[in-house]
T-cell receptor, first 113, second 113 residues
Framework: LAKTTQPISMDSYEGQEVNITCSHNNIATNDYITWYQQFPSQGPRFIIQGYKTKVTNEVASLFIPADRKSSTLSLPRVSLSDTAVYYCLVGGPYSSNTGKLIFGQGTTLQVKP | NAGVTQTPKFQVLKTGQSMTLQCAQDMNHNSMYWYRQDPGMGLRLIYYSASEGTTDKGEVPNGYNVSRLNKREFSLRLESAAPSQTSVYFC????????????FGPGTRLTVT
């Protein structure tokens, strides 16, 4: 599994757009990039997944440059309820099938009023 | 549709006691997983079951055993609890069609004194 590096913490204010960048310099050709969200005292929740270019769903957007060595999770107009830990994971079909997700420390996002 | 359920929510054990954590999913998923999460850290995989009738070790299997009772249920057993096993335990299941999209339960908070 590719190692990922992301900021330990970020602060934002309600209504702002938040971008969390994850570095994964040794990503392999078959690897996907996946983001999870975890609220306090809850299990992680899958947010979004991508392979290349841009992916958007009702929760977030994921931007992946052509070299795929980094990715950026974008949360539009955050609210207080978006305060959570965000994890970036990178891995291929083998680790997907075995469930061997490696969750690092993640990025703790604090949204202020 | 309850998703992934876990029992109990909280448990306190004395060193050397045994207990079983229960997990069930109603999404007809083939794969199920047990993770532990220590304070301020990401999740670590203990055991997983890619399909009914199979189980495999994850990153931190020592001190634990698992049983995939049927397609719905996957239990985690601590035979002789130790203080180092104080943690929050999460069960998850996975839709085989979507790489890396796992559904997590609410967790069991275990304290071993």
């Amino acid at each position: 599994l590719a190692k990922t590096t992301q900021p330990i913490s970020m602060d934002s204010y309600e209504g702002q757009e938040v971008n969390i960048t994850c570095s994964h310099n040794n990503i392999a050709t078959n690897d996907y990039i996946t983001w999870y969200q975890q609220f306090p005292s809850q299990g992680p929740r899958f947010i979004i997944q991508g392979y290349k270019t841009k992916v958007t769903n009702e929760v977030a957007s994921l931007f992946i440059p052509a070299d795929r060595k980094s990715s950026t999770l974008s949360l539009p107009r955050v609210s207080l309820s978006d305060t959570a830990v965000y994890y970036c994971l990178v891995g291929g079909p083998y680790s997907s099938n075995t469930g061997k997700l490696i969750f690092g420390q993640g990025t703790t996002l604090q949204v202020k009023p | 549709n309850a998703g992934v359920t876990q029992t109990p929510k909280f448990q306190v054990l004395k060193t050397g006691q045994s207990m079983t954590l229960q997990c069930a999913q109603d999404m007809n998923h083939n794969s199920m997983y047990w993770y532990r999460q220590d304070p301020g850290m990401g999740l670590r995989l203990i055991y997983y079951s890619a399909s009914e009738g199979t189980t495999d070790k994850g990153e931190v299997p020592n001190g634990y055993n698992v049983s995939r009772l049927n397609k719905r249920e996957f239990s985690l057993r601590l035979e002789s609890a130790a203080p180092s096993q104080t943690s929050v335990y999460f069960c998850a299941s996975k839709n085989s069609q979507v790489p890396y999209e796992q559904y997590f339960g609410p967790g069991t908070r275990l304290t071993v004194t």
